[in-house]
């Protein structure tokens, strides 16, 4: 009996613990990687409008200083305003910049500066499409 109420107590924490609102820097985490996401199948997608051909490079990192500097131009990027699934992502990246810049602003650490590292995505090594020289 007691090792019953034992796991009952235990699935009940675990049960609150995952029902948890997200966190400020959860939610920047989450965002970014549907951006992210959402950008790359735009670019796979075919066919390719050519305006979409001709869109920066879009890898967020939000540790990186320079993710607000690319988050801003990409929502100010003056063309593509024919492609629906371009304007729902310049709204999500508005909203993600948004919430960095004053909702959870005091949450963020920025590790670095270094704005050439959001032109290419981080090869991770179980990424199949990394290599190794």
């Known amino acids: 009996m007691k090792i019953l109420l034992s796991l009952i107590v235990l ?65 100010a990027y003056p063309r593509c305003q024919r492609v629906p699934q371009l304007s729902a992502l310049k709204e999500k990246a508005r909203s993600l910049y948004t919430i960095m810049i004053s909702y959870c602003r005091r949450d963020l650490v920025f590790l670095t500066d270094d704005c050439y590292a959001l032109e290419s995505p981080i090869l991770t090594p179980t990424d199949p499409s990394s290599t190794y020289s």
Not at 41 to 67: A, I, Q, R
């Open 11 to 75: 699935l009940s924490v675990l049960l609150f613990v995952s029902s948890a609102p997200p966190t400020c820097y959860s939610r920047i985490l989450s965002l970014s990687k549907e951006i992210t996401e959402s950008f790359k199948s735009l670019k796979n997608s075919k066919p390719v409008d050519p305006c979409v051909e001709t869109l920066p490079n879009l890898y967020l990192d939000v540790h990186n200083y320079c993710v607000l500097a690319k988050l801003r131009n990409f929502v």
